[in-house]
């Protein structure tokens, strides 16, 4: 069965680190759009960064330009999400998705295949 799976959450100061990482298991991301989206307490889900897997072209909500960095590594069936220069609002569970389409997006709708998240918290 087709499964995502996010690990590298957890508690961090404002301005600290973390690294996010997307496994996937059973089907390849290699052809796949991936995005990564997050969702705080009374918030809808809302998209944070996508790549295509036609050019690799980066996406990235106005809110995490500059502080966070999407990428993949096909080899290892992996994608990743580099989030620097924390806030407290970036507190939220966060999640990976995959998209059968070509065109990378920061809708939600757009994609097809979800993990079951990971928790961010920014805090001191």
């Known amino acids: 069965q087709v499964q995502l799976v996010e690990s590298g959450g957890g508690l961090v100061q404002p301005g600290g680190s973390l690294r996010l990482s997307c496994a996937a298991s059973?089907?390849?991301?290699?052809?796949?759009?991936i995005g990564w989206f997050r969702q705080a307490p009374g918030k809808e889900r809302e998209g944070v960064s996508a790549?295509?897997?036609?050019?690799?072209?980066?996406y990235y909500a106005d809110a995490v330009k500059g502080r966070f960095t999407i990428s993949r590594d096909n080899a290892k069936n992996t994608a990743y999400l580099q989030m620097n220069s924390l806030k407290p609002e970036d507190t939220a569970i966060y999640y990976c998705?995959?998209?059968?389409?070509?065109?990378?997006?920061?809708?939600?709708?757009?994609?097809?295949?979800w993990g079951q998240g990971t928790q961010v918290t920014v805090s001191s």
């Open positions: 059973n089907f390849s991301l290699e052809h796949k759009s």
């Open positions: 790549i295509s897997p036609v050019d690799g072209s980066t």
């Open positions: 998705a995959a998209s059968v389409f070509g065109i990378a997006t920061l809708l939600t709708q757009h994609y097809d295949y």
